[in-house]
Structure formats: C-alpha cells, structure tokens
C-alpha cells in the first residue's frame, strides 16, 4: 500500500490568526493548546474561556490574541492538533503492521482513536470536532478544520489520503464519509456508555466498518 501523509488542506473559518515561527511563540502557542485541552476536562467546552486557558497558559491574554481570533479559533486549533496527531500515530501503526488492507486499517484506524480517547487531555470533548453539547458562543462548530467540508468530511478526506492507493479507485471518498459518520455515531455511544469505551460497541463498529468498506464502491 502506498500511503501519502496529506493533503492541500484549506483554512478553516476559525484559522489561527498568526502561525508561530520562532522557538518562544511555538512553546506559547503550545501551551495554550495544551492548556484548553486540560481545561476542556475540568470545565467542559461551555464554561471554558479564552481568559481561563491564558491564566492556565502563564502567558498573557492579549498573546493569546495574537494567535487565536476567539474561543472558535482556539478550539478550531485543538481539533486540528488532534487530526495531525492521530494521522501520524495511525501513520506508525500502519508501518508496523504493514502490509495492510481495508479490514486491517480500519482496525487500526478505530484502535487508535480509541487509545486517544483513553488517554489524551481534552480529546473526550474534542476530538476532530466538538463531541458534545455545543457552546451558545460559537459560531460555526461543524467547520473547525475546514471551511468548506465539516469536520467529519476533512477526517475522511485525510484519512483517504494516508490510505493512498487502497482507497483510490472512483467512489471511495463517499464511502469513506459515510463510513466517519457512522464510526462517529457508534464511537460516541461507545463512550457515553462506558468512560473507557464499551468493548462490545467498539468491536460493532470495527465489524461495521470493515463490512461496509470492502465493498468496491459504485461509480
């Protein structure tokens, strides 16, 4: 399988205002990120502001401002972390399982996912989107990663790209959406039943999803 490790992503609607390039402003913004997704577990994506994660942070808040339009932006880059994040540790599981096929990646694509959730800060409220309730103060929750495709359509457009010629022939990007939508759905109630995720739903959604993406899509 040849795998590619991204895509010509677009900004999304909430984009940071400002990339850091020098080593001071990358360990700011890095703190802030680090700081909304601890945040995230204590308070929830409704009570979180933009304030309380600079405090957290130790920087000021009109540095926050410097990177990041709003709460929307700050979150919108949290997400895209998080994708970047699982792309390269389902990237190295790919490696070492190699070679893979559709059922093996889509094993390794949802335990991976699951091992985030178990584990990284603030990816039980925000994964690649908002996995809750929204806060009444954000504008535009379903395009955090990009500005044209919602957030479960950007996922399966750079989970296509890592599978790279596996998904390739005509029709698979759909199937890959409809396939994050209904993993999306089963893996919410997975860990809205059980905190470390309900086995038996997680192991539906495997079989689901390695059932459906077998199949040659029509074109």
């Known amino acids: 399988m040849k795998a590619q490790t991204g895509t010509d992503q677009r900004p999304p609607t909430t984009a940071v205002r400002r990339r850091p390039v020098q080593q001071r402003s990358l360990e700011r913004y890095e703190r802030l990120l680090d700081a909304c997704a601890g945040l995230l577990d204590e308070v929830g994506p409704t009570a979180l502001t933009t304030k309380e994660v600079a405090h957290r942070a130790h920087v000021p808040i009109g540095t926050l401002y410097q990177f990041f339009s709003g709460k929307e932006s700050l979150l919108g880059a949290l997400a895209e972390r998080n994708l970047e994040s699982f792309l390269a540790r389902l990237s190295a599981r790919i490696e070492g399982a190699a070679p893979v096929g559709v059922a093996a990646f889509v094993d390794l694509a949802v335990d991976e996912f699951v091992a985030m959730k178990r584990t990284v800060a603030g990816f039980g409220h925000l994964d690649f989107g ?90």
């Open 130 to 219: 908002l996995v809750g309730a929204v806060p009444g103060d954000l504008r535009d929750d379903e395009h955090l990663l990009d500005r044209d495709l919602d957030n479960n359509a950007a996922v399966a457009e750079r989970i296509g790209a890592l599978g790279g010629d596996l998904f390739a022939y005509p029709g698979f990007a759909l199937s890959l959406r409809v396939a994050l939508e209904c993993a999306d759905a089963v893996l919410k109630v997975a860990f809205r039943v059980d905190p470390e995720g309900d086995p038996a739903l997680i192991g539906e959604c495997k079989r689901m999803l390695r059932g459906y993406l077998a199949e040659r899509p029509a074109v």
